[in-house]
């Protein structure tokens, strides 16, 4: 019925072009929202339900004995519409997620792969399809539902609105008034003997279930993502595991005007024009930094559009951004143009130790989806005691009075970009080989930030900090042009923020404080500032479609900094970092084995890490990543000249192939298999998808052949902590004297593994199993 209507309504845009019967007014969104955002049970009327069943996907609810009650209806293009109730009695949930990976992940909460749980309350939001086949099932009660038992279902629906207040509420009603009946399902629930919990259903999203576990401690509670997923990811090949592209916009363009004031007060205003990739749209989000205050969004006929944004409450874990929920005055369809304009203030940096401290990264203007790349028209009016600096080249610079005035477009289109403002100055580096480079910073404060560490720990601030940072930033260009190809854009721009951490942005990298200080001995500082330039080819140049994918850019960015600093210091110190890396991989993970919570694969992205396993982000998407390279590197060195052409070639194809788009991890694996010149499913499936780490013993014995008067080697491996298919291609070194080293590869591929080097004229002195840290294991021999 739905299907008719809205064909009906297509006959009727063909003849009268520009308006749509369902097209909604934002009053009717607004009140439509308000009364899904506080559902009123109904009741009056309950049925009795007997073993009836709720199945959706890998979820079903199973009520056995008890009381169902519905939500007042809603009306909906004209139809009054049940969109959910709340269940009390004998019941049970049952889970299993279809995929192994969230199996796993299953596990790591619950040391079960599956559920199957008592509960005896439950509350349902759900699409009008699902009533009608619910009521076919039901019986009338006699009794009646009291206040207790609306008290109860609040209980529940609160668990719902603090995982992200309205979004929920906003999310319903999207799938609600879609006119393709939407099969959307929301249910908090729970468990006699454990968490509540709750499953979500979205076909708006491009992981479409979704299960998290709510936990509570005493004066906090919190929920945990536990499972998402793709309802197309349902084989193990690992080839679905990003879903489908989701999005009903594509953002082309931003043309922001912003006036920042001395203290870090932003006045602006943003006017973005977008494709409509799917329609019919009126209902659509947007997010933006918490401290940001929208003041109006009108289109661009200046006519007002209403917009919803929640409960500010700084304790949610996605409080770096906002969501705003906004209801279009019209319908708009596949290939229309939609320009909004923005209008909104407040604070993108903080004022502190008479310095700026800007904390808006890139959320300081409206953002539509996941990394949506943009083209910008940015003017900013600044304070002009600060020296400012943005992404995109710079068209007009004028002063008038106190004020700063400056221009600048971005005509490569980047999915995040940002600037910087305060008392730095500006250091030029030009040399004939690569882009040049601009370095922002104040050597005063950094004085003074030394200054004021050095009484604990006798910090001293290194001299002419600007060229200490400018040489890693050269010098690490010029390392990455020659293994991944040229850096695309005309300079690098590089300031300093009074934060701890680093961020990179097309042609313009935000770093840290700490490393203004002080190069250490260590080599992490310019590890820290390679990592951050290396951003320009993995994560700004290719980026990457899913967070599933993100290693890719992350471990990418890691492992280029270890190529720099394999250049700059020497093959030895290159492989003590790897040394180490690996030492925490193996340590953190037997330490998590303990605490219950076994760190997630590469391929979990951000969710590896958990409250269980906090700090396994940096370890497995950064730091495992990084060997996941290493590893490919040591399968693809020609080990009789040591000669790398296949990795470089590997390299520069990727991005020169993916440069301005966004891969997925099979994407890469596709290149990487015309250069290992083997199929890679066994290798991305071990040490991406899953997280295997193998420990191997390796023994052999040196045997005098008499027939042939020569040596041979009989050499045995065995393997613990990984499955039994599990398969490696291993280096050996064989040492016959300080300057006379023979290599040979081989494969690995059962947990007791001999084999025999046989023929050798001389006696080795020495043979090395896994020399350069070439497999992450452990090697005991
Ligand atoms: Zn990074």
Known sequence: MKIKKYLFAIFILLVLSNSSPNAYNSQDFSELHQQLYYPLLNINKTYKVSSDTIFHHDFALIMGTGRIAFFDPIVINGDSVVYGGYFEGNGSLLFRPSVQMERDQL????????????????????????????????????????????????????????????????????????????????????????YKIMYQFNPYLRE?????????????????????????????????????????LDI????????????????????????????????????????????????IQGKMIDYYRGKLDMTFKNWETRQIALFLNEEYLYGDTLNLIFYYHGKVAEYDFGELYLFAGSNWYPKYGWRDRATYDLKFKTDRRYTFTSCGSLQNESKIGDTLFTEWTVSQAAANISFNLGYMKKYKFEE??????????????????????????????????????????????????HYFGPYALPKLSVSEILASHGEAFPGFVHLGFNTWINTDAWGNDRLFRAHEVAHQWWGVGVGYETYHDQWLSEGFAEY??????????????????????????????????????????????????????????????????AFVLHMLRNLMIDLKTMNEDKFLAMMREFYGTYRGKDVSTQDFKRIAEKYVGIELDWFFDQWVYNNYLPEYNFTYDIIHNDSTKLLDVKCRITTKGVPDNFKMYLPLEIQFGKDSKAYIRILVDSKDYSFEIPGLSNRPRKIILNPFESVLAKVKQ
């Open 432 to 481: 004939d080989d690569i882009v040049p480079v601009e370095i922002f910073y104040s050597k005063e404060l950094h004085a003074d930030i030394a200054n004021y560490l050095s009484q604990d720990l006798m910090i001293g601030i290194g001299k002419d900090m600007e060229k200490q940072v400018a040489e890693d930033i050269q010098n690490s260009l010029r390392v990455f042009k």
């Open 560 to 625: 280029s900094a270890l190529l720099y600093f394999q250049v700059i210091t020497d093959n030895k110190k290159f492989l003590k970092k790897l040394k180490e890396s690996r030492n925490n991989i193996f340590s953190v993970r037997k330490y998590i084995f303990s605490s219950g919570g076994e760190a997630g694969p590469i391929a979990m992205g951000y969710r590896t890490s958990s409250t269980k396993t906090r700090g396994d982000y940096g370890l497995i998407v950064y730091e495992k990543s």
């Open 107 to 194: 596990n790591r909460f619950y040391h079960k792969d599956s559920l199957d749980e008592e509960i005896n309350s439950a509350i349902f939001f759900f699409a009008p399809s699902m009533y009608d086949s619910l009521l076919k099932m039901l019986q009338l009660s006699d009794l009646k539902f009291d206040n207790s038992n609306t008290k109860k279902m609040r209980k529940l629906h609160s668990e719902i609105k603090q995982e992200s207040d309205f979004l929920f509420s906003f999310e319903l009603m999207r799938n609600l008034t879609s006119p393709f009946g939407r099969p959307y399902f929301l249910t908090c629930l729970e468990p006699k003997n454990d």
């Open 208 to 248: 479409e279930i979704r299960f998290w576990k709510k936990y509570w401690e005493p004066g906090n509670s919190f929920s945990e993502l536990v499972n998402s997923y793709s309802q197309y990811n349902i084989d193990e090949s690992y080839t679905n595991i990003n879903g489908r592209k989701k999005a009903q």
């Open 252 to 299: 082309l363009h931003y043309d922001i005007s912003t006036r920042i004031n001395y203290k870090g007060v932003i006045v602006s205003e943003a006017k973005v024009k977008a494709k409509v990739l799917s329609g019919p749209l009126q209902l659509v989000q947007f997010s933006i930094l918490p401290s940001l205050v929208i003041d109006s969004i009108k289109n």
